[in-house]
């Protein structure tokens, strides 16, 4: 990864652009190797053709790819393509297994997630496009907002409402597969953000966009249940790639602190950096663990809306600890952390990013608190059954004055 991935980040633009000359030179024969040591494509289990190392494992290496821009895609385990193969694993046909995960799994071809909508992407109820019927056909209209890759997608999973009378506001969606040559499909405008080195993250008009019936991903209404299916992994897989980015800010920062001298001392021996080297080592491991239980019970269960408190939490930690840390690095360097020579700026929006997409934080803070409190009685009289003189005579009564 340091030796030979991270240099691809300072000569090559986006990482999905796959067909570019250069990254055909430079990226293909590492992934090349990549296979010959089976480690291609990992976050797939066995029963969906891939080679089942757990999120465990797929936690300790992602919290390597995390170190390079170009890392995950080196592996074959680049958003958004590892979710998208999760959801055509799990409910692709034979047919469209062959047409689509297959070239995805080999990178021959990337895709793109478009469920955001201009109007609100922290509430998908506010998803407005719609697929109607006809015929042997589903017809798409509407917009999607930020839909990362789709410049240079093959084909898009996009989520937009099929029965918009449905009871259950959450049975109202679905998901479709929508080849990207479709016509019908145009992209207003990209859009980009400091530190990307391209935009890539589009805003698109679908008019008439015509799709044969059998590429709806699951039934009619299960738009939010296969979404699910991509989520879970996807937001860790995001955590401990960010894991590795703060990670790479601590040693930077470190490495600084050691280096540099003021008033005849080094960085090092004056407290307030003291601090922010203590601050930022722990809130690395407390995050670290925090990852590491959470793939751990993924693992055991294999059920990702059984713990989707703990994968909130994740989500919810990720941002404020790279932000921090990038931040506290920044600081430490001084003016060079600030200039264009450090990564630092960059990551400190990136920290950003991370707390917006796949939902942003404070809608996570929610899904803790909620799943917390769940399991949590109301006290049965006025004042708790927790008092200390309650639990004085509660004492004395087990085991006598
Ligand atoms: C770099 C990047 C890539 C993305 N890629 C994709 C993609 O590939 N496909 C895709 O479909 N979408 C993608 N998104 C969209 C992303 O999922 C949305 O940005 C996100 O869901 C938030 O929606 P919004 O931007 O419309 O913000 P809004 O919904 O307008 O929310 C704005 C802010 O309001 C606050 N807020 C919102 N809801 C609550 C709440 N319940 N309680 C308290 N405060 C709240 C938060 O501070 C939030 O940041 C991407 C976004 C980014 C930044």
Known sequence: MRERVQPLDHLLGSQWNIHDPEFVRLVRPLQQEVKDRGLWACHL?????????????????????????????VFGAQAPDTGNSEILAHYGTPEQKKLWLEPLLANDVVSCFAMTEPQGGADPLQIRSTAVRDGDDWVINGEKWFASEAATAAFYLMMVQTDAEAENPYRRMSIFIVPADTPGIEILRMYGFYGEPEDTHAHLRLTDVRVPAENMLGEPGDGFVVAQTRLGGGRMHHAMRTLAQATRAFEMMCERAVSRTTKGEQLAAKQMVQEKIADSWVQLRQFRLLILETAWLADQGNDWKAIRKNVSAVKATMPGVLHDIASRALQIHGSLGISHEMPFAEWVI??????????????????????????????????PDYLRHKETARARELYGA
């Open 45 to 73: 289990g066995p029963e969906l053709g891939g080679r089942g190392y757990g999120q465990l494992k797929l936690a300790l290496m992602n919290e390597k790819f995390g170190m390079s821009r170009f890392g995950p895609i």
């Open 350 to 383: 990136n920290s950003f990013h991370i707390g917006l997409a796949d939902g942003p934080t404070e809608v996570h803070k929610v899904v803790v608190a909620r799943e917390v409190l769940k399991a949590v009685e109301p006290a049965k009289e006025m004042f």
